[in-house]
C-alpha cells in the first residue's frame, strides 16, 4: 500500500490555545509539520513583531518554515523573507516587495482570484473554505468541487484551506491539493 505524502501548514490563532502560545507552537512544531504561518492579524504591528521573532526562533529550532502573514514592514524588519497576505494586501505589493519576498502566499476565496495570484507572481495560495468550519459560522463551505476548479485554473501550488483535519484531509489531496492548512486542529492540541 503507498502512503499519501502532503504538506501540511499550521495557520496559527493564539486565542484558540488554551495554556502557553509558544508552548503550542513548540506541540505543533514537534509533530513535524512543513511550515507555520504566524497569522495573529489583530495585534498592532509593533505586538505582531515581538511575536514573530519569538515564533521564528522556535521555527529555525524546528527546521520548519515560518511564514509571516499581513506584517510586511515587520517582515522587512525581520529580514524575513517569506510572506502571506490577505488578496487586498496582496494587490497592495509593488515590484521592489515582490522582489525582496523569496516566497509570497496569497488567501484567495474565489476562481478568479486564484487567478489573479498567479498572474501577478504569487507563488502558493491557499484556497478556501472546503468544508465547514468553526472560523466561519453560518458561512457555506465552498467544497471539493471548488477546490478542484482553483486547482485547474491555476498551475501554482495550492494548499486547501477551512474545516480540514486529518479525517477529511486526503480528500483535498485526492482532489488534487498540494497540502492541506489546519488552524483547530493545531491550535488546540
Not at 515564533?55 to 517582515?75: D, G, N, P
Not at 468553526?134 to 485547474?152: F, I, W
Request: aromatic share 8%; hydrophobic share 40%; net charge negative.
Amino acid at each position: 500500500m503507498t502512503m499519501c505524502t502532503y504538506k501540511k501548514i499550521c495557520i496559527t490563532n493564539r486565542k484558540m490555545v488554551c495554556g502557553d502560545f509558544l508552548e503550542q507552537i513548540q506541540r505543533v512544531l514537534e509533530q513535524g509539520v512543513d511550515a507555520l504561518i504566524l497569522r495573529e492579524k489583530d495585534l498592532t504591528e509593533t505586538e505582531y513583531e515581538c511575536l514573530a521573532e519569538k515564533v521564528l526562533t522556535l521555527c529555525e529550532r524546528y527546521h520548519t518554515r515560518c511564514i509571516l502573514h499581513s506584517f510586511k514592514e515587520a517582515a522587512k524588519r525581520l529580514d524575513h523573507p517569506f510572506i502571506h497576505l490577505p488578496m487586498p494586501l496582496f494587490l497592495e505589493l509593488d515590484e521592489e516587495e515582490k522582489q525582496y519576498f523569496q516566497w509570497v502566499g496569497v488567501s484567495t476565496h474565489t476562481v478568479e482570484e486564484a487567478k489573479t495570484a498567479e498572474l501577478l507572481g504569487a507563488d502558493y495560495i491557499t484556497a478556501s473554505h472546503i468544508f465547514p468550519t468553526e472560523c466561519k459560522p453560518g458561512l457555506a463551505p465552498r467544497g471539493l468541487a471548488y477546490l478542484r476548479e482553483v486547482l485547474d485554473a491555476v498551475s501554482l501550488e495550492v494548499y486547501a484551506l477551512g474545516g480540514i483535519h486529518p479525517d477529511n484531509a486526503s480528500l483535498c489531496i485526492e482532489a488534487g491539493a498540494d497540502g492541506i492548512c489546519m488552524m483547530s486542529e493545531y491550535m488546540k492540541l
